[in-house]
């Protein structure tokens, strides 16, 4: 091996360190992140249920999906969680020596890591409250016509709820990155394209809120479980492709570390 392929080899390693490094930070800010301010939401989501439950029994009328439901909100706080944080990291990240391709890699990996643990934690609600109804001798099937009968089918609920939360995180990133590198008017068109990976997901998966009605428009409301997940799979490679797109020509803003440090 010559000096220079050595170098070559040598600057290779050190480039690729870095890139893992910037990976690593991106997606462990977003995962850490997206639970220390996930706790409170469901928090605030549960008691949310107890207290519709609790005026449901007043009026003598219970609905599990009232209650559950708002387990499903699950995948609206991530949409606005990510068009929230990039705007405060993606100029530090590029600023301290990252590149925007472990910017991207490491979205699409704290959104994948967030969505299915946030799945999963719907999936415990809502299977909590069908037990809570059930041991009480309430309906626990849904009023709405979605893929899952109700919360006793955990791993369907973790598919279905998983994979949304993973779409609505990264369509809020998508539409975070438009804003902040592409102006108001060509922000707002991204707005309309991260909704394409959406409303994919939602009418393969049926999520009850408006992805059923979707469904009966296109003829797909009978969706089986392994297509259902096929759809909700390439909702999210939509959205992940996207947000590489969009990512790869923004312009990123200097950062002035001096100011941001010395107030």
């Given at each position: 091996?010559?000096?220079?392929?050595?170098?070559?080899?040598?600057?290779?390693?050190?480039?690729?360190?870095?890139?893992?490094?910037?990976?690593?930070?991106?997606?462990?800010?977003?995962?850490?992140?997206?639970?220390?301010?996930?706790?409170?939401?469901?928090?605030?989501?549960?008691?949310?249920?107890?207290?519709?439950?609790?005026?449901?029994?007043?009026?003598?009328?219970?609905?599990?999906t009232?209650?559950?439901?708002?387990?499903?909100?699950?995948?609206?706080?991530?949409?606005?969680?990510?068009i929230?944080?990039?705007?405060?990291?993606?100029?530090?990240?590029v600023?301290?020596?990252?590149?925007?391709?472990?910017?991207?890699?490491?979205?699409?990996?704290?959104?994948?890591?967030?969505?299915?643990t946030?799945?999963?934690?719907?999936?415990?609600?809502?299977?909590?409250?069908?037990?809570?109804?059930?041991?009480?001798?309430?309906?626990?099937?849904?009023?709405?016509?979605?893929?899952?009968?109700?919360?006793?089918?955990?791993?369907?609920?973790?598919?279905?709820?998983?994979?949304?939360?993973?779409?609505?995180?990264?369509?809020?990133?998508?539409?975070?990155?438009?804003?902040?590198?592409?102006?108001?008017?060509?922000?707002?068109?991204?707005?309309?394209?991260a909704?394409?990976?959406?409303?994919?997901?939602?009418?393969?998966?049926?999520?009850?809120?408006?992805?059923?009605?979707?469904?009966?428009?296109?003829?797909?409301?009978?969706?089986?479980?392994?297509?259902?997940?096929?759809?909700?799979?390439?909702?999210?490679?939509?959205?992940?492709?996207?947000?590489?797109?969009?990512?790869?020509?923004?312009?990123?803003?200097?950062?002035?570390?001096?100011?941001?440090?010395?107030?």
């Amino acid at each position: 091996m010559t000096a220079t392929t050595q170098r070559t080899a040598e600057r290779h390693a050190l480039e690729a360190a870095a890139h893992r490094r910037g990976v690593r930070t991106v997606s462990w800010y977003y995962i850490g992140g997206t639970w220390y301010i996930g706790v409170w939401f469901w928090a605030i989501a549960l008691a949310v249920g107890a207290l519709v439950l609790w005026i449901m029994r007043l009026n003598d009328e219970v609905d599990v999906t009232a209650v559950g439901g708002v387990a499903g909100s699950a995948r609206f706080f991530l949409f606005v969680l990510g068009i929230l944080l990039p705007l405060m990291t993606i100029g530090v990240h590029v600023a301290a020596g990252g590149t925007r391709r472990s910017y991207t890699q490491g979205l699409w990996i704290g959104a994948a890591v967030s969505g299915v643990t946030f799945g999963i934690a719907s999936g415990l609600v809502h299977w909590g409250s069908w037990w809570l109804f059930r041991s009480n001798g309430w309906p626990t099937a849904s009023a709405t016509s979605q893929l899952y009968a109700d919360g006793s089918e955990v791993p369907l609920v973790i598919l279905v709820e998983g994979l949304a939360c993973v779409v609505y995180y990264l369509a809020g990133m998508v539409i975070a990155a438009g804003f902040y590198g592409y102006g108001f008017v060509r922000g707002v068109l991204l707005v309309l394209a991260a909704l394409v990976p959406v409303v994919v997901a939602e009418v393969f998966l049926r999520s009850g809120y408006f992805g059923d009605a979707l469904a009966g428009l296109v003829g797909l409301d009978g969706t089986p479980v392994w297509l259902a997940a096929l759809g909700g799979l390439l909702g999210i490679v939509l959205a992940a492709a996207l947000l590489r797109v969009v990512l790869r020509g923004v312009a990123i803003r200097p950062v002035d570390f001096a100011a941001s440090t010395g107030g």
